[in-house]
Each structure stands twice: as C-alpha cells, then as structure tokens.
C-alpha cells in the first residue's frame, strides 16, 4: 500500500487480552481465569493499559501523516454515537465516556515522521468476563474513585438498542467515505508483510512476556499515569532497569532506560541521568524528580 497516504481501520478481536507496551504481563492479568479458558495475552506496541478484547468490541485504528490530534481523530465515534443519541465526550489522557462511564479507551505512538492511533469501542462486550481477566490497578480506581474495574466501563447498548458493532462499523465506514475515504483492499503482497512481522516479532514469547526477573518497585499514581519500575543493581550500580506503567510514551522507552544504565545508585545521579536524558521528551508530564524517587524507593 502507498505509506504516504493516511488510514482508517476497523477491526475486531476473538477473546484476548492486549497489554500495553510499557506493561508486564503478570502484572496485568488474572492467570487462573487467563489458564482456564486459554485467553491468549499480546503485548501491542503503543502504551497505555490493559484491555480485554472480545467480538462485541470494535477496534478502529488511525495511521497518519505527522502528529496525531487526539481530539480530531476521536471525531468520527462521538459524531457517529451523538447521531443515534448518545452523548460521548473526551475525557482525561485517553478515554472516552459516556453518562461519566467509559466506552472507548485511546493510544498513540510516533515513528519516522508517521502515527498511530487507536481506540476501542466496547459496544456488546462481555464485561463480567473483562472484570475476571484483568487485574485492577487499585491505584488507579482510587483514583476515579470506583470499586472496580467493572463499575467504571459500560457497553453502548446500555444506552440504546441501535447499536451492535456491525451496525457501529458501517456507520463510522459511512462517515469516513463521504469525506473522501476510499476503500483499500489489502493485496497479497501486504498480507505476507504482516504474516511475516506477525511470525518475526508479535507472537513472539520475547515480545509479549518481557523481562520478569527484575526488583519491582510500588506503583506509583502521577500525572502521567501509573508508574513502576524493574530495576537489577550492582556495586552501587544500576545494571539493568526497566520502566512500565500505563503512561502515553512519546519517544522510545528504551532509549531512557539506556541513559540510566551504569548510573550510581544515588538520588543526585539518577535525577542528574534523567535531566541529561529530558526524560520529559519520553513521558510527557513525568518529571526527573518523580521518576527519581520510584527508582530510589524500589531498593
């Protein structure tokens, strides 16, 4: 396909759970339920958190020239739920809600001049199900001030009967079209590029289960999103160290991670690392002191 030109996709998983880029599979899941009912875990490769994916979910995905615009790009679902009566609106980092409840969660991520945004859509979704697979950030409920994961979501059709995710899908495909949209069919030559980067990287153990022999730190609630880190130490030294959460990355995590390598396990080395780095240009509204103070408390 032409890589010049933007996109829009809409698509739809089995049963799965999909963690977010800078998370640890075992931190996120229930691995009784996951066991039991053989519910594969991926890791994609924006941030953000967890989410339970099923087929009364649909998924729409952006890939675009330059910076993605959040409030833009979410333009077509509010339209498209607000024709059929039902009042959505942006809220926070990355969700969208619906009567103070939420329906949709977003992430981006930006490479060589291109970006990638999607969200969910949880329209008939089998909520009891994503309650038991997901293990809840107690940190993050207190936060908006809910018992459970299952009291804070909500399906569209609690809000009216004319939604399923096929009725959803030919309304936001409708939208997109008359603005200009053209239907791309993906050729056999794209097929194999992703069957091939599928193979080679996202069905990998390497990918999905990351590194889990690392010290964890608490979780911390910040601006940015919940924090922690994984971190090894030697000699007063920090030999390896790994940062995960639920944050919106903006540059590539690993490159920060590298500038903290080899750095002196003391305050004033790590916060003067993480200031050299500007670890801002990472994960915006995380600052050198917040993220000094994680990795100081996980000793």
Known sequence: CEKSKDFFLLWQNEPCVVIGK???????????????????????????????HDTGNLNFSFIINGEADRVELCRPVID???????????????????????????AMCSRGGRSLFHGTLLISADLEAMSEALKPDETKLMGHGVKSVRSRVANLSEYTEEVSPDIIGAMLAEYMTERDGEIYELGESDIEAIEKLRDSKYS??????????????????????????????????IEDIRIFGDFMNIGDISK????????????????????????EKYIPNLTADELADIIMKSE
């Open 22 to 52: 800078n998370q640890v599979a075992a931190d996120e899941i229930n691995p009784d339920y996951i066991s039991a009912r053989s519910l594969p875990v991926v890791r994609r490769m924006t941030g953000g958190g967890a989410v339970y």
């Open 80 to 106: 498209v739920l607000r024709s059929i009566g039902v009042v959505a609106e942006i809220s926070g980092r990355n969700d969208i809600l619906v009567g103070g409840r939420k329906v949709s969660g977003t």
């Open 204 to 237: 990998t153990d390497e990918w999905n289960c990351g590194a889990e022999r690392l010290q964890k730190s608490e979780r911390s609630r910040l601006s940015c999103g919940t924090v922690y880190i994984k971190k090894e130490t030697a000699c007063g030294r």
């Open 256 to 279: 920060l991670e590298a500038r903290l390598r080899g750095a002196e396990f003391r305050r004033e080395e790590i916060i003067s690392a993480l200031e050299e780095a500007r670890v």
